[in-house]
């Protein structure tokens, strides 16, 4: 196999086509951003890099406060617009009929299609060339209640989440595995009878009082990351 070596560039994929959404309830703009990611876990903390010619970007370094929220399939061609159009001179949330929240924490609203929401405070700005990088503190995740089955585990798998890669955007594909798989024990036979019992057990005392089940804290939707 033979590489061709190429100009340093962008060439980091797939990476995440996340909504933006900034400014405030009663004015809200949303731009689409894909320079983001996980900076920390403990506390936890995220950035967002935005050139200093979008709207957004004054809207942010003002109130120091932006929401991230995932996109899906559903979303996808709004969040295309809104990473086309300025909110300078476009109301994308009238645009793209995407419906802004209020949050607890931040003044920014939420967008209420979203799985996950990220409220975010800015922590710190950092100028890098083309773009200015504002690292944030994550503040509280909202998730949409109607991925959270009845044992409180957060189905994000149901929520069709696209990524972005180079250039286009991609639905995601099969489940390959699960976080340690590859060093991950065969079950014994016993292990494995036992783990049907139990669920089984659950599911038996679910049927006979579901609303003690229901009302059960739902179960922390981040494993501890790597
Ligand atoms: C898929 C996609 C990813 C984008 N990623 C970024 C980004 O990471 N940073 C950025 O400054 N602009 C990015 N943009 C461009 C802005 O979203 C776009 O300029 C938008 O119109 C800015 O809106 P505003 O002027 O209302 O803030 C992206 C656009 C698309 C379509």
Redesign the pocket.
Known sequence: MSKTSWKPGTMLYP?P?VM?S?GTLQNP????????GIINSEPAMTY????P?????H?IKESKEFVINLTTADMLKA??F???????D?D?FAQTNLTPVACAHVKAPMIEQSPISLECRVTEIKPLGS?DMFLAEILAVNVDEKYLDQNGRFALEKSGLVA?CHGA?YALGAKLGTFGFSVEKKKTRKQRIAAIKHERKALKKQKKEPQKTLKKKPRKIRKKAP
């Open positions: 990476l086509p933006v900034c703009n949303v731009f689409t951003v894909a320079w983001t967002i890099s935005v050139r010619s979008r709207h957004s970007y809207l969040a295309d809104c990473g086309i159009k300025s909110g300078r476009t994308k773009h972005f955007y």
